[in-house]
């Protein structure tokens, strides 16, 4: 069994950082893709793509970039979600996950408050 285990979520103020981490049970290499998702409050279950990693390429998307960056250490087995200049907008519960040829797997996620 897989497990993905997010840390490094917290409170932060507005325009401040934080790194999240995202450590595989197994090689990183053995997924067709990893990627950063996240739940604001109130929409309920949706999880939306933050950050996919596909080929060893981190690639935010569009209302993150710029912002946000993803890279990876393979000797960890390990995704780092770099956060920067934070807003109350990017408050949400971070969830990892990642894709291989038989299944889909999830972190537990963390928690990201961005408020002053």
């Known amino acids: 069994q897989v497990q993905l285990v997010e840390s490094g979520g917290g409170l932060v103020q507005p325009g401040g950082s934080l790194i999240l981490s995202c450590t595989a049970s197994?090689?990183?290499?053995?997924?067709?893709?990893m990627g950063w998702y996240r739940r604001p409050p109130g929409i309920g279950a949706q999880r939306e793509l933050v950050a996919a990693v596909i080929g060893g390429r981190g690639d935010p998307v569009d209302s993150v970039k710029g912002r946000f960056t993803v890279s990876r250490d393979q000797t960890l087995n390990t995704v780092y979600l770099q956060m920067n200049n934070l807003k109350p907008e990017d408050t949400a519960v971070y969830y990892c996950?990642?894709?291989?040829?038989?299944?889909?797997?999830w972190g537990q996620g963390t928690q990201v408050t961005v408020s002053s």
């Open positions: 197994r090689s990183i290499y053995d997924f067709v893709a």
């Open positions: 996950g990642a894709v291989d040829r038989t299944d889909v797997y």
